[in-house]
């Protein structure tokens, strides 16, 4: 069982940046996925990023790709995900997700979930 939290969400200008961050606790695998997705009220949940603690490489949805950067610490067991130049339609809770067998995965189709983070981006 792995436990997820994440944390930085907030409310801010379209314009500003935040940076959210996702910590896994308990039986932790080395080639755990981390994920980022992300729901507006009465849509979707919507893949935003991922990757792994063990190899090299990141995954965007088209909503965010070249604008937000996902990365890891596998000492740490985390996953962040930076996000410069928010506009309005970033507005949603994000969510933290991981499964332990390494797969990336672009559907919200992963084991582990955290409780979400609130993001709000005002015009």
């Known amino acids: 069982q792995v436990q997820l939290v994440e944390s930085g969400g907030g409310l801010v200008q379209a314009g500003d940046s935040l940076s959210l961050s996702c910590v896994a606790s308990?039986?932790?695998?080395?080639?755990?996925?981390m994920a980022w997705f992300r729901q507006a009220p009465g849509k979707e949940r919507e893949f935003v990023a991922a990757?792994?603690?063990?190899?090299?490489?990141?995954v965007y949805g088209d909503s965010v790709r070249g604008r937000f950067t996902v990365s890891t610490d596998s000492a740490k067991n985390m996953v962040f995900l930076q996000m410069p130049s928010l506009k309005p339609e970033d507005t949603a809770v994000y969510y933290c997700?991981?499964?332990?067998?390494?797969?990336?995965?672009?559907?919200?189709?992963?084991?582990?979930w955290g409780q979400g983070t609130q993001v709000t981006v005002s015009s």
């Open positions: 990757s792994t603690l063990r190899w090299s490489f990141a």
């Open positions: 308990g039986s932790i695998s080395g080639n755990l996925a």
């Open positions: 997700a991981a499964n332990d067998f390494g797969k990336v995965v672009v559907d919200p189709t992963y084991d582990y």
